[in-house]
């Protein structure tokens, strides 16, 4: 581990069972840094710095809901500047697969976290490679 680099690509998914509608992504691909839990879902910055984060959900083929949603949040904020939206719906088919992703540069600072959360039709989830939850440093602060 170089202690001045963060990056990780996590797959798969865990419903968590908690009052914020959380889901944890336990196949990791990457962790450089170890600074993605597989178990909570979170990532927790432990260098402060301006960095890239991407999610994607992907919905199973065959279940009959009519939309899939989660946000990535940054320290549980859900409104403003601080999210990323994933909203997958495909009209008039509520039985196909589909997938929908978000990515974004984003500055955090020590101890924020990141995480995929208020996430509507869990159940539904494709735990493959289209949901995933990513993010790596650009650039730490000076």
Known sequence: M?????????????????????????YIGVNEGGDYNQISGKFTCRIPGLYWISAGIGKNIGANVSYIFCDVTIN?????????????DAEHDDKSGYTS???????LQTNDQVYVTHCTGQEHFYSGPSTFFSGTLIRPDV
């Open 76 to 88: 549980g904020q859900s409104f403003g500047n601080r999210e990323l939206g994933l909203y997958a």
């Open 2 to 26: 170089f202690p001045g680099f963060s990056a990780f690509f996590a797959t798969g998914v865990t419903v968590l069972n908690d009052s914020t509608h959380s889901i944890a992504f336990p």
């Open 101 to 107: 992703s978000a990515s974004g540069a984003f500055h």
